[in-house]
């Protein structure tokens, strides 16, 4: 689950990580009066307007603005709140921007000059090990450092049975090529990042930039978290920060029958029960000539009422010019799926888009016949090979 730069900042204050302090506001009139409450407890004269929505890429859209004065934070908030703002992460059609973070500035004048640094606590499978990544090239992408300059990137592999241990944190802030007080402040920020991300269940905390200031404090600017969606019954407070205006209407859909959807861009919508035989389903569509419109794993226990729900999700989608339904009859009967298909079927009402019916396992030929004496505009299949050519004989 993603959340809000202003919400991540709330979980990582609340575990020691300094941070850029600041307050969300919904109209102007509200980021004027955050701009002053700010004022009062921080002393800044000038703020920052950020656009909050779960994207990266914001303040090269123009979501992220400075100003220096109050009439200035009204008239920014007033543009910035209601637009439809673009970016790399959006897509074209980019996202509605309903609040803003008025945030206190902490660029000031010192007597070293402001670093920027990126850093980011996340899973390596392949390891099986959290790993901090980080590098001195903060405030830009950090895809284009990887790219163009790799040898700027390093790697903190952490046992998740001990923790960071304190050889490590200095590591990482000796590489950031930081000394003195920056030093010792970085060596906090960092275990504390890395005891955030761990006691919250997260797969991702992502601070680009982390500040040094010109007084050597180390500061995160911004906050992408990413929490665990099956670790989110532990944590009831983070389940609460979910904002469904900023999720696809079908992976809401979705969720709420306890479905597993990803919506992709393509022409032949998919329904399968289990992960791996999801992604062969995709490819096997793909090998048709067609393109998957979503991934869509209906579980163990696939019933009429999980089956028509994943098909009013799948044609909900304008895009879609056939449907694949490939199930593999292990925990579930097969004939129990086809009698679900054709009950959701009906229930629907009239579907204009072909539906092929791929049953393999407990009771296949069963289920194949069941689908072959609806008399229902859907089509039967034992094998993939079969399955296949039918999604390219629908789609031609």
Known sequence: MNIHEYQGKEILKSFGVPIQEGIVAETPEEAVEAAKKLQEETGTGWWVVKAQIHAGGRGKGGGVKLAKSLDEVKEIASKIIGMTLVTHQTGPEGKLVRKVLIAQDVYYPGESEPSEFYMSVLLNRATGRNIIMYSTEGGMDIES????????????????????????????????????????????????????????????????????????????????????????????????????????????????????????????????????????????????????????????GASAETVEAGLKIILADENVKAILINIFGGIVRCDRVANGVVEAYNKIGEINVPIIVRLQGTNAEEGKQVIDESGLKVYSAITLKEAAELVQQVLN
């Open 145 to 300: 450092v990887a790219e163009n300059t790799p040898h700027l990137i390093f790697k903190e592999e952490v046992d998740p049975a001990t923790g960071i241990l304190p050889f490590q944190a200095r590591r990482v802030a000796f590489n950031l090529g930081l000394s003195g007080q920056a030093f010792k402040s970085m060596v906090k920020f960092v275990t504390a990042l890395y005891n955030a991300y761990d006691k919250t269940d997260s797969s991702l905390f992502e601070i680009n930039p982390v500040l040094k200031t010109s007084d050597d404090k180390v500061l995160a600017v911004d906050a992408k978290v990413n929490i665990d969606d099956n670790a989110l019954y532990r944590h009831p407070d983070y389940a609460a920060m979910r904002d469904l205006n900023e999720e696809d209407p079908a992976e809401i859909e979705a969720s709420n029958n306890n479905l597993n959807f990803v919506k992709l861009d393509g022409n032949v919508g998919c329904m399968v029960n289990g992960a791996g035989l999801a992604m062969a389903t995709m490819d096997i569509i793909k090998l048709s000539g067609g393109e998957p419109a979503n991934f869509l794993d209906v579980g163990g």
